[in-house]
T-cell receptor, first 111, second 112 residues
Framework: KAGVTQTPRYLIKTRGQQVTLSCSPISGHRSVSWYQQTPGQGLQFLFEYFSETQRNKGNFPGRFSGRQFSNSRSEMNVSTLELGDSALYLC??????????FGSGTRLTVV | QQQVKQSPQSLIVQKGGISIINCAYENTAFDYFPWYQQFPGKGPALLIAIRPDVSEKKEGRFTISFNKSAKQFSLHIMDSQPGDSATYFCAARDQAGTALIFGKGTTLSVSS
């Protein structure tokens, strides 16, 4: 059974640009969550989607957004990138919430 | 308050020893407490999880002890091995049941 797949694995962007990250959940998993991991703040919840609807949102500015498609694949977008957005972005999926399986993440560097 | 406090920040244990990592939480509405293990370059992997109606859960060398009244839970790794060297995160699921609140992590080094 394939795990959670995140693309791309690495990304370098310039301040002010926008970026889109992709996540393919485990087959049959309808819940997809996104987390930001940094050395200073640790793992922080961004948002969670279930059946194309955002069910929960963390305390991040509106520059961070996401969506989920009918096949449960999800994307997150960050607009107007700032240096502080440099982080490992992790996607996690579960059947309905909790017991999440994480992908290996996308390492975003903003220069 | 949505917070999970984890200690210690780092831990060095001899091969064959017991590694103990502690976490404390404040929100009594949390209903699910998982532990994750993360190796460099990888995402966190679920190790073991417990619900608040159980005081202890054991899976192989890994045991969670849960103290509901004290709002604390801990991970015990018995017979620690060099391959256990990783960063460990405790977490709690929030009231909405859809987000995990993570501790800051413990870097474990098992010396051979």
């Amino acid at each position: 059974k394939a795990g959670v797949t995140q693309t791309p694995r690495y990304l370098i962007k310039t301040r002010g640009q926008q970026v889109t990250l992709s996540c393919s959940p485990i087959s049959g998993h309808r819940s997809v969550s996104w987390y930001q991991q940094t050395p200073g703040q640790g793992l922080q919840f961004l948002f969670e989607y279930f059946s194309e609807t955002q069910r929960n949102k963390g305390n991040f500015p509106g520059r961070f957004s996401g969506r989920q498609f009918s096949n449960s694949r999800s994307e997150m977008n960050v607009s107007t990138l700032e240096l502080g957005d440099s982080a490992l972005y992790l996607c996690a999926s579960s059947v309905s919430g909790g017991g999440y399986t994480f992908g290996s993440g996308t390492r975003l560097t903003v220069v | 308050q949505q917070q999970v406090k984890q200690s210690p920040q780092s831990l060095i244990v001899q091969k064959g020893g017991i590694s103990i990592i502690n976490c404390a939480y404040e929100n009594t509405a949390f209903d699910y407490f998982p532990w994750y293990q993360q190796f460099p370059g990888k995402g966190p992997a679920l190790l073991i999880a417990i619900r608040p109606d159980v005081s202890e859960k054991k899976e192989g060398r890994f045991t969670i002890s849960f103290n509901k009244s004290a709002k604390q839970f801990s991970l015990h790794i018995m017979d620690s091995q060099p391959g256990d060297s990783a960063t460990y995160f405790c977490a709690a699921r929030d009231q909405a049941g859809t987000a995990l609140i993570f501790g800051k992590g413990t870097t474990l080094s098992v010396s051979s």
